[in-house]
């Protein structure tokens, strides 16, 4: 009772320069507080704890709907702030104006984390994955001396982690796009996480390995493919002949032809190479042996895919097999034989278990737009004037659905599939079709390099 009574004097001092009518109203409930009847005073005490343990503090606390909208707008319009911005065109000056209005809408960089793993996945769209200004402006997103160690026990437990996988993150995008860090990326890192740090040791690890790997492959492919198929046909046929005395033959070049009756006809183009030693080889085939030609084949540059096709023969058997003496002068550097007369003991064995596979000899390669029996066969026409032992020897065409055909099966409704075609002997003779518009390049070897 003692406790009740306190409390209730409590609050009546609370409201005492209010109103009248307050105290009036404190005056009442402490005679009833004082009271024998023990229900009044029970129902009484309730309601004054209950507004007495009410404070504003506590209904300030309790979220409102409307800052629940605020907040769900804010992270919107972070996931979205490229889509928004950049609406008409994605250029680099674009990409560039996001980061900015970024950095100006707040000065403590809030949401910067995700802002970065956002602008890193847009950063092919824009087309400036590959531009180190741009990597370094997103780094400077990045808040300065916040994140950076004091002590060593801060940088011995991955101070700030988020933070520093996220700056990994996007120096492992630069590595993976063969983007070389310079000194304003050193300076960043460090004016942002520290000198030990995991971002500095990635940085580091980039600059030792890069510049021993920059020019360690001996055939390179370039940033900018030709544009021109023509030129891309020569260019993958000269990559995959290894051969510095191979020749690249344009058979036909794309063209557009009119017909007698007015039907406008797209004539494909036909890139070939073949080299001597694949010429001295076919010039020895069987001519009771029929050759092949098979295909499509994919060749990956970079991000485009082209197809070529072969004129190639099933292993020769082992009884018909004639080995050859190697010439001495073929190769003076590195012999090709050796006849060495070595003592041998009884526990060495004469036999090797080597597994050889013989896929059989190529003969050419040819490149073109259209992969149909009709275009391979006047590019087979065209190795004709140069091997007159094809007019002996059967074709078969062993081809299976080009990419056209793939698109087109994959774009028809109807239940019909473009499958291989079967092996059909080539009725046509390669003296009734006369190629035009060939090219004959010179070998590379005046070149003095493989390009």
Request: hydrophobic share 35%; with cysteine.
């Amino acid at each position: 009772m003692k406790c009740v009574r306190c409390l209730l004097q409590l609050r009546c001092l609370r409201l005492v320069g209010q109103s009248s009518r307050s105290a009036a109203q404190c005056g009442a409930l402490l005679q009833s507080a004082a009271s024998s009847q023990p229900s009044v005073l029970h129902q009484s005490q309730h309601q004054v704890l209950r507004h007495f343990h009410a404070s504003p503090a506590c209904a300030k606390s309790q979220p409102e709907p409307v800052h629940n909208e605020k907040r769900v707008k804010s992270l919107i319009t972070n996931d979205d702030l490229f889509e928004r911005v950049a609406k008409d065109a994605r250029t680099k000056a674009m990409f560039n104006k996001v980061m900015d209005i970024f950095i100006k809408r707040d000065i403590r960089r809030r949401g910067h984390v995700e802002f970065i793993y956002a602008a890193l996945k847009k950063m092919p769209e824009f087309g400036v994955e590959r531009d180190l200004a741009v990597y370094n402006k997103l780094l400077d997103v990045f808040p300065k001396e916040v994140f950076v160690p004091r002590n060593y026990i801060q940088r011995m437990f991955n101070h700030y982690p988020r933070q520093q996988e996220c700056g990994v993150q996007l120096l492992e995008q630069m590595e993976n796009y063969g983007i070389m860090p310079n000194m304003e990326t050193k300076v960043l890192l460090v004016q942002i996480f520290g000198e030990k740090t995991h971002p500095m040791r990635k940085y580091q690890r980039i600059m030792y390995w890069f510049p021993k790997f920059k020019h360690i492959n001996p055939f390179p492919v370039p940033q900018q493919l030709p544009e021109d198929p023509v030129d891309l046909a020569r260019f993958s046929l000269t990559r995959i002949a290894n051969d510095l005395d191979a020749k690249v033959i344009v058979y036909q070049l794309p063209c557009t032809d009119v017909t007698v009756s007015g039907e406008e006809i797209t004539l494909p183009h036909i890139v070939g190479t073949q080299s001597p030693s694949q010429m001295e080889l076919l010039a020895k085939h069987n001519p009771n042996r029929p050759v092949f030609v098979e295909g499509p084949f994919p060749l990956w540059l970079r991000k485009t895919c082209v197809h070529y096709y072969i004129l190639r023969a099933d292993p020769i058997p082992p009884d018909e097999k004639v080995e050859e003496p190697y010439d001495p002068e073929r190769c003076l550097d590195y012999p090709l034989q050796l006849d060495l007369d070595l003592e041998r003991d009884y526990g060495d064995q004469e036999s090797f278990d080597v597994e050889d596979l013989d896929e059989g000899p190529v003969f050419a390669m040819c490149m073109t737009s259209q992969g149909d029996q009709a275009t391979l066969n006047q590019w087979i026409s065209g190795l004709q004037q140069n091997n007159p032992i094809l007019g002996k020897v059967p074709t078969l065409f062993r081809l299976d659905a080009g990419p056209r055909e793939l698109q087109g099966a994959a774009a028809t409704e109807s239940g019909h599939s473009h499958g291989p075609e079967a092996e059909t002997l080539k009725e046509e003779s390669p003296h009734e079709e006369e190629p035009q518009n060939i090219v004959e390049e010179e070998p590379r070897r005046s070149q003095g390099m493989k390009q």
